[in-house]
């Protein structure tokens, strides 16, 4: 059973960049997207990207292209997201999330990582 | 790629039935049967309560259904119960193979 553990808040001033990352031991298999996903305060959520099983492709929502790196490493089952150019507007909290296989759902969640961004 | 259109807010009386629409594009929801819809308790993660349209997770009761009919997805809870008092969010698989999730519901019970 993949449980995903993430890294702990974070704040950030405008224009650094952070780095949270997602622990989600035996997620290779069987193989596993990872989604990532944030939610600002009081908001929806928004898709951000996705990271296939063998870590050599992602997929990002254009509007994080340029500015997210979705990456892995696989000695440590650990997944990590990127987000450079920090604005108030990316204060959120971020989950990363489990798509097993081709299922089209996202059946496993982190318990998100509050990202501030504030001067 | 504009958020899914769902109603702020939906209340109903326990063991009533509602029913949460969600709306999006031909590009979106149209496209394929792949929707799903998570249900978030404040503080919490999102759980996912329904996949492929009408789909249950195991696990998830069955007062739970989902449905499609052209552009729009809708999630039926029927019985509502206090524990359904929660944020519902819907989401989609697109054409370009990238998700849209909706604006969310937030579901009341009187």
């Known amino acids: 059973q993949v449980q995903l553990e993430q890294s702990g808040a974070e704040v950030k001033q405008p224009g650094a960049s952070v780095r949270v990352s997602c622990k989600a031991p035996?997620?290779?298999?069987?193989?596993?997207?990872i989604h990532w996903v944030r939610q600002a305060p009081g908001r929806g959520l928004e898709w951000m990207g996705v990271?296939?099983?063998?870590?050599?492709?992602?997929r990002l929502a254009q509007k994080f292209q340029g500015r997210v790196s979705m990456t892995r490493d696989t000695s440590t089952d650990t997944l990590y997201l990127d987000l450079r150019s920090l604005n108030s507007e990316d204060t959120a909290i971020y989950y990363c999330?489990?798509?097993?296989?081709?299922?089209?759902?996202?059946?496993?969640w982190g318990q998100g990582t509050l990202v501030t961004v504030s001067s | 790629q504009s958020a899914l259109t769902q109603p702020a807010s939906v209340s109903g009386s326990p063991g009533q039935p509602i029913t949460i629409s969600c709306t999006g594009t031909?590009?979106?929801?149209?496209?394929?049967?792949?929707v799903s819809w998570y249900q978030q308790h404040p503080g919490k993660a999102p759980k996912v309560i329904m996949y492929?349209?009408?789909n249950r997770p195991s696990g998830v009761s069955d007062r739970f259904s989902g449905s499609k009919s052209g552009n729009t997805a809708s999630l039926t809870i029927s019985g509502l119960q206090g524990d359904d008092e929660a944020d519902y969010f819907c989401a989609s698989h697109t054409a370009i193979s990238t998700y849209v999730f909706g604006s969310g519901t937030r579901v009341i019970v009187l």
């Open positions: 492929n349209v009408n």
């Open positions: 035996g997620y290779n298999f069987p193989p596993s997207h």
């Open positions: 990271i296939k099983p063998n870590g050599d492709f992602t």
């Open positions: 999330a489990r798509e097993l296989g081709e299922t089209k759902k996202f059946d496993q």
């Open positions: 031909s590009s979106d929801i149209g496209f394929y049967n792949y």
